[in-house]
């Protein structure tokens, strides 16, 4: 049974540029989660798909996007980066119906 | 809103204590509480998860309890190790089935 896989584990941008964050669910969850860590905080909810459709959203811009493909990966696209972006990025896969989450290493953006 | 804290925000303990972190929420209305681990700079690592419907869960030292009337958990800890050390964080699951996590405790057990 393979994990959550998140890639790159790092990146570096400049503000105002765009950035897209990869996810590989773990074998036979259908249901992605993606959370922003700030540095000393919880992790706080962005948006979750599920069959392809995103279906919660958390207190994040427009300029935060997703998709989610028929083999359940994901993507999170963030627009026009800003300083504040610069946080740990996690994927957490599931399956539906309230299971237990199985999170990612994570992916480290730094916005300069 | 949900709401989650844990208390205390950090913790130094010497090798060999028994401990306990404290989560608090809320909204009783929760679908289950996780209790994860995360190492400096590392992802989120589940330790143990507790469905509503039940009242703790154990696994090898540890042993999570869930009250939903009072809107509380305690992760316990025995016979901590250096190995312990690292940030512990609770996470109440909604009826949307997102998670709404605390802030963390960070733990410190010195040898």
């Known amino acids: 049974e393979t994990g959550v896989t998140q890639s790159p584990t790092h990146l570096i941008k400049t503000r105002g540029q765009q950035v897209t964050l990869r996810c590989s669910s773990q074998?036979?969850?259908?249901?992605v989660s993606w959370y922003q860590q700030a540095l000393g905080q919880g992790p706080q909810f962005i948006f979750q798909?599920?069959?392809?459709?995103?279906?919660g959203r958390g207190n994040f811009p427009p300029r935060f996007s997703g998709l989610q493909f028929p083999n359940y990966s994901s993507e999170l696209n963030v627009n026009a980066l800003e300083l504040d972006d610069s946080a740990l990025y996690l994927c957490?896969?599931?399956?539906?119906?309230?299971?237990?989450?199985?999170f990612g290493s994570g992916t480290r953006l730094t916005v300069v | 809103k949900q709401e989650v804290t844990q208390i205390p925000a950090a913790l130094s303990v010497p090798e060999g204590e028994n401990l306990v972190l404290n989560c608090s929420f809320t909204?009783?209305?929760?679908?289950?509480l996780q209790w994860f681990r995360q190492d400096p700079g590392k992802g989120l690592t589940s330790l143990l998860l507790?469905?509503?419907?039940?009242r703790e869960q154990t696994s090898g030292r540890l042993n999570a309890s869930l009250d939903k009337s009072s809107g509380r958990s305690t992760l316990y800890i025995a016979a901590s190790q250096p190995g312990d050390s690292a940030t512990y964080l609770c996470?109440?699951?909604?009826?949307?089935?997102?998670?709404?996590f605390g802030s963390g405790t960070r733990l410190l057990v010195r040898p």
């Open positions: 957490a896969s599931s399956l539906a119906g309230g299971g237990g989450y199985t």
């Open positions: 798909y599920y069959r392809e459709e995103e279906n």
């Open positions: 996470a109440a699951m909604d009826s949307s089935y997102k998670l709404i």
């Open positions: 507790i469905q509503s419907s039940q």
């Open positions: 909204d009783s209305a929760i679908y289950n």
């Open positions: 074998s036979g969850h259908n249901t």
